[in-house]
């Protein structure tokens, strides 16, 4: 559930044959990122998925 303006987005998938990787209860509570929340929703375990590094580099001139 997000807030989005003026009131609450839910989004609901569900899986027509498997089921998703859902994070172990070991904490009350897990903030995902936005992404996070995408690979979740794309069935990927989220506990063992990590993205990439960010990188940032300084301008040459």
Do not use: C, R
């Not at 559930?1 to 209860?25: I, S």
């Not at 690979?39 to 993205?51: C, N, P, Q, T, V």
């Amino acid at each position: 559930v997000m807030w989005e303006d003026n009131g609450f987005v839910l989004y609901y998938k569900a899986l027509a044959e498997e089921k998703f990787k859902w994070p172990k209860p070991a904490d009350e509570l897990l903030s995902l990122t936005g992404e996070q929340i995408n690979w979740l929703l794309d069935g990927y375990d989220i506990s063992l998925f990590k993205g990439h590094k960010k990188l940032q580099y300084d301008s040459l001139g």
